[in-house]
């Protein structure tokens, strides 16, 4: 039973508007991750969030929200999407001060 | 900042050759590493966590840590076409209640049967 799940797994948005990519976790995790995968670029952590009610900017946050109304769900908003947030986004979640992280299967997100 | 470099991009072995994939880290306080595999359009699978120069064993993978020279190697044993997938290696530094992985951009294994 997959304990990170994202949705959706697939999306085509367009240009200027508005995306909401959802991750929801049943390990009862403190922190919760987003990050975009790119070809040459690895994984690179675009928001973070130490518990419900938190969200924290991590190394490529430009363009991009974060919301965590609760322990469980954690969401990646993209108000005003561009091309050049096409990418696979993956959700992670690990216990706090723990470096392990459990990812989810990833989104794909296409912009036109 | 972290920077974490992976080589070779890409790789091929014949199946039942030993594979072996280096990573490079910048950050002499790093004390936590870890190698995921990822198939195609998959998500990422956790092979091998090492924390301590030497080596660490995970079924037919190894870790090999050495800190001095900033490296962390990964042995696969006797690969299959099934081990066919993007390595990549993460990169931390324990720190309070968040630990910050650093990825670096992956090596493309083929393993031809």
């Known amino acids: 039973e997959a304990a990170v799940t994202q949705s959706p797994r697939n999306k085509v948005a367009v240009t200027g508007g508005k995306v909401t990519l959802s991750c929801n976790q049943t390990n009862n995790h403190n922190n919760m991750y987003w990050y975009r995968q790119d070809t040459g670029h690895g994984l690179r952590l675009i928001h973070y969030s130490y518990g419900a009610g938190s969200t924290e900017k991590g190394d490529i946050p430009d363009g991009y929200k974060a919301s965590r109304p609760s322990q469980e769900n954690f969401s990646l908003i993209l108000e005003l999407a561009t091309p050049s947030q096409t990418s696979v986004y993956f959700c992670?979640?690990?216990?706090?001060?723990?470096?392990?992280?459990?990812f989810g299967p990833g989104t794909r997100l296409t912009v036109l | 900042q972290q920077k974490v470099q992976q080589s070779p991009e890409s790789l091929t072995v014949s199946e039942g050759a030993m594979a072996s994939l280096n990573c490079t880290f910048s950050?002499?306080?790093?004390?936590?590493f870890r190698w995921y595999r990822q198939h195609s359009g998959k998500g990422l699978e956790v092979l091998v966590s090492?924390?301590?120069?030497g080596e660490k064993e995970e079924g037919s993978f190894t870790a090999h840590l050495n800190r001095a020279s900033l490296h962390v190697f990964l042995h696969i044993r006797e690969p299959q076409p099934s081990d066919s997938a993007l390595y990549l290696c993460?990169?931390?530094?324990?720190?309070?209640?968040?630990?910050?992985?650093?990825f670096g951009a992956g090596t493309r294994l083929a393993v031809c049967p």
């Open positions: 950050d002499r306080s790093s004390d936590n």
């Open positions: 090492i924390f301590s120069d």
């Open positions: 992670a979640s690990g216990d706090a001060g723990e470096a392990e992280q459990f």
């Open positions: 993460a990169v931390s530094i324990g720190a309070g209640s968040f630990n910050k992985l650093t």
